[in-house]
Each structure stands twice: as structure tokens, then as C-alpha cells.
């Protein structure tokens, strides 16, 4: 390679690489600008803020799920396997809500630490499957063939 | 010094000069389109008609079909125009000018369709058409990149400084590549993590993968011809002064 080519090819090597690795160090070290949403352990730890409405999100904890029979409320417990928070709603919750699956909740934390939701998003997971698949594992789970983890790690991969 | 004699970047020059390029792109096209329009085809409908439905999203998953193969080709294509820039810019070939300048309009397309595939794939499952997570906020970055290459080498008269305005610009734009691919791994987002991995498990049954990766395939050939297909245009239209292209045309000697 003639030498200015050369030159030109790692001066253009260079500026790219320095470029893009200082844009997304720059992005991963500002995480909680660009999350969009807190974890439990964000709230626990007192990182997400008290006086003003966020979004929160993890997975809906296995018979958290608590219903009122006269109104449209709702509570229940999300995760991010760390710590968990509590959250109320009153409205309807999208089709994909299960237990197991995660949500995305727009509110706020009231004085006992409750997170009030104004609005719940479910949060699709990577894992597709049939119905049969996925009963024929709730079954097992029924059964006590796998416990809770097991589904999970099941599920997971 | 030594390399530009060899052999080798002998043969490469006279590849890549553009009315070779015009002649032997022509059966690659077409070869790629067959393949390539009837596999989607296949993929397609075994998607839609034969793959199971999913035990949560019933059968508005199937959006996959056409959301995963146009937003992972729009990816392959940002890369192919970041090696292309690099050639341009450092190699000056005529050639990876050409195929740079039409890999815009078919990039552009994809990134567009893998923005409106998810929105309506976001109603049902998420109950938003539209949030700014990393991820789609990377996306919708990358369809103004698209749009702004096209706006500067539209703009700009002269045509080798357009071509540099534009390699630079997608050189500086490079950096939203690996923002797109991993940002649902380093920030929490509402799009999930992706599903077929080339290290460690992919998490979809073999029923619905199968198709899936049919139509990956598939729309990589379809993009590829539909690059060569442009790419000759832009050879025409750019070599329209030349002596070749005024005999392949047959418009010489009618004057």
C-alpha cells in the first residue's frame, strides 16, 4: 500500500474507533438517563426520585397478583430477583400481564413505598413458544417435577 | 508500495472498473432475486400459515416474519456502507462510490420498515405504538442517518464531494451500529433481548426458527439484488459520457 493511503487508512481507523467507543463508554457510564425504567433495586437503594412521577419495571412475581372484586384496583408484586416493590393500579391491565412476564408501570411512590401506577405496559420476553409447550412446563411445575427457578432457567433459555 | 504491482490488485482494478462490473452484476441479480423472492415466499407463508402460534402472543407474533429480517438487514447494510466509506475514502474505487449511493434508498426502506413492523407489533403486546427506549430511539436515529445521506449527496452538486460528504457521514453515524445491536443488553428497554443468538442458546422452538431464519436468509438475497440492480443504473447514469455505455445503450451512431 502506497504510504498515504496507508495513512489516510488509520487515521480513518482511528478516528472512527476513538469516536465511537468514547460515544458509548459516554452512554453506558449516563445509565440512568438512558434506562427506561428503574429496577426494584433502584428504588430500594433510593436512586429513583420521590418527589416526581417515573417508570418503573420488572417481573410480576408468582401469586402476587392480588384483584379487588368490586372495583378495577389491582396490586401486585414486580422483581428484578434482588428486591421487589409493590405496586397498586386501578384500570385495565394489557392482555400480556401474566405472572412470570415482565411490565413497565408510569406512577409514583407513595409514603409507605407502594408505587402507584398511572399506566402498566407488559414487557414481552425472548422467549417464543406453541401453547402446548409452555402448558406441558406449567404442568410439570404443577406437579412439583420443577420448581420455580427451574421454570424460569427453563424459560430462559 | 509493493502491493499496488501485484497481481492481485491487478485483477481487483479491472473488477471492480465499472463496465465489468455492469456485465457480471446483471446474472447476480437475477440469480439472487429468484432465490431470494421465492424462498420469502416459502418463508412467508410457512410463516404465517403452518408455524404454531405463541402461547402468549397468539398469532400477532408473526410480525417477526417481516420485523427481524428488514431490521437485521437494515444493520448489515450500515455495515456494508461503513466498509464501502473506508474503501472510498482511503482506495478512491469509482465502484464502492456507486454502490454506497444506492445502498441509501434500500437501507433507508428497511430501517423504515422495521420502525412501522414493530409500532404494530407494539399496540397489542406492549399497549404503546411508540416508546423512547434505547432501542427504538437507536432505530428511528438511524432512518435520519438514512435520510440525511440522502439529503447531502442529493444537495451537493458535485459529485465527488457529495460521495465524500457522504462516506464521512456515515462513518460518523457508525457509531449508532453497536448502540442499536446492544443496547437492549446494556440498558433496560421495552424491546426484549434478542432471541436468536449466535453464542449461547436461542430462545425460540425449532417450528418458528426455522421459517424465521428462511426469511433472514431470504431478505438478505432479495437486498443484495435489489443493490446490484441500482448499482448498474448508477453505473449508466454516471458513465452516460463514455464511449461503453453509448454502444451497450446503442445510442451511438444514431446521432
Redesign the interface.
Known sequence: ???A?RQ??IL??I??TL??VS??LL??AN?HQ????Y?PTDIVEGEAPYDRSFRA?GVVVHDSVWRDHETLAVTFTVSDTINEVTMSYVGIL???F?EG?GV?ATGHLDDSGVFRASE????????????????ALEEAHRRGRITDSQLDTIR?? | ?A??MTPVWRWFHRWTSPPNFYRIARPWALGLMLVGGVALLVAWIWGLVFA??????GNS?RI?FVHVPSASASLAMYLSM?ILA?IS???KIKLADMVLRQCIPVGLTLTALALISGAIWGR?????YW????RLTSMLVQLFLFIGMWAIHTAIEQQKLADKATAILV??G??NL??IKWSVD?????H????IRITG?T???W??LAPLLLSMAATYCVVAALVLYRTRWEILYRERKTRWVQDELGLRGQA
Not at chain 1, 438512558?34 to 425504567?37: D, S
Not at chain 1, 425472548?126 to 409447550?133: A, C, L, R, S
Not at chain 2, 416508546?131 to 434505547?134: E, S, T, V
Request: aromatic content about 12%; charged content about 15%.
Open positions: 500500500m502506497n504510504p493511503r489516510r487508512l480513518i481507523l478516528a472512527v469516536f465511537t460515544v458509548i452512554l453506558i445509565r438512558v434506562n427506561l425504567f429496577s419495571g394489557p392482555d400480556l401474566k412476564q413497565v402498566v405496559l407488559a414487557r414481552h420476553d425472548e422467549n417464543y413458544m406453541p401453547p402446548e409447550v409452555a402448558r430462559e433459555n | 508500495m502491493f499496488s404454531p402460534e405463541d402461547y402468549l402472543q407474533y417477526i461503513a473506508v475514502l482511503v482506495w397489542p403486546t406492549w399497549g404503546v416508546i423512547w427506549d434505547a462513518l460518523v457508525f457509531v453497536p448502540i446494556w440498558w433496560n428497554t421495552m426484549q433481548p434478542a432471541t442458546e430462545t425460540m422452538v417450528e418458528m
